[in-house]
């Protein structure tokens, strides 16, 4: 037996001895031998679920049959084809809210184009207005951040949780700062408070019970469940969010261009649209100047729903729902751990370590998102971007960047307010200008992220890539400096 398959043996047995739970998931093997063959046929190694899930065959073949045994019209009108359409829209709401044991008298899913598009909708028609607040969390998407411009721009104010543990999570007493004292029934909404249920950046989730903190304290909640609900349930029958933004091909892979926001519908009640389209109204009148808006979801989906792909999530949500996200939970935290007291354990031979860590180094109350940058033996910052290049040649699919997720970028790097503030009206031409204004050794971090279908080989093949790639190397040698882009 030779070094390496010696060595392949003993990491087995390592780590079926340290996560013996990995074991029970072994349908998800027969499944990945099955329905996600493309991935081992074509030696793909997918390390970026948070970016996109997989699709299995079945969901393809699924969409070919149903495309090419019935017609289905535009969804606005009452013929045949038309009631088709409505038909299986209607359905794939029934399906969301059934996934979330959400009450549909309490809430209704308005189906958008992605999760930023349902940002959007909240931010645009929110109620912003002088002395309001929108708080969010420091970690936050940029599609959830850009909610701030609206609040702006109504003479709200805009408070920033910090990050501030070192693991990169915001603690219950900075939201309990930042939310205020407890007001009374008669005193009025406060404002908007927005958190991801999970960082696409760190892989930290976040406590559900500040969104009940949040309603004490006079907030409506957008809870960001984009990253979350890949492996994890969030039940609406306890957890009580006003808006929950979410993208289906997070969760399994297809349709793509199809989101969702979940939202109670007396916080919908609430928005105000600054106009409206086709689609979203009941009657409108050119030379009178008025329009009515539609008296139910419908009032916020512009123009023609995407009727032909909305009926993929039906049969997304059931093929999850067989799958079972226990299992695929289970799956994705096994493999988290192992990744990460592997990644910790790497040395070069001075006995310096080879991987910086931005988040949880264990699996409580994280999900399988793990971000790192890889250091040299002199503890210097090997560029993101060389890593990008290196790994898509060894054919290993994976993160770089900052992942729209700039406060916990600045956070992790430790960019200070003063230098933020100092480059708003600067003018740069290149990436490389940028990073050297803020005092970077890169321009972002490497992310590796688990689904429903990865497995030990997987991780193994980043592991033996890492190690033979960056072990001992200078970060200052030739074929290490980092290439430019803007």
Sequence with gaps: MDTSREQTVADSAEFSAAHPDYETTGALDL??????????????????????????????????????????????????????????????????????????????????????????????????????RFVMTADNHNSVIGVREFARARGGRVVYVPIDTPDLRTSDEAVDAALGPRRTATAGRRGLFAYPAQSNFTGVQHPLDWVELAHERGYQVLLDAAAYLPANTLDLSVVKPDFVPISWYKLFGYPTGVGCLVARRSALAELRRPWFAGGTIAAASLQGNWHVVADDESAFEDGTLNFLSIPDVTFGLGWLRDIGLDMVRRRVTCLTGWLLTRLVSLRHDNGSPMIRIYGPLDTAHRGGTVAFNFLDPEGVVVDERLVATESAAAGISLRTGCFCNPGAGEAAFGISLPVLSGLFDTRMATMEEYIAALGLPSGGAIRISFGPVSDFTDVQTFLRFAETTYRNRPATQEGLRPRERC
């Design 31 to 132: 499944l990945r031998g099955s329905e996600y063959r493309y991935l081992d046929d074509g030696g793909v190694v997918y390390l970026d679920f948070a970016g996109a899930g997989l699709a299995a065959t079945a969901q393809h073949r699924a969409h070919e049959a149903r495309l090419t045994q019935q017609c289905f019209g535009n969804p606005h009108s009452e013929n045949p084809t038309s009631r088709a359409a409505t038909a299986s829209v209607e359905e794939a709401r029934r399906a969301v809210l059934a996934h979330l044991d959400a009450d549909p008298d309490e809430y209704c899913a308005i189906f958008t184009a992605n999760a930023s598009a349902a940002c959007r909708l909240v931010g645009e028609a929110y109620p912003f207005a002088q002395g309001s």
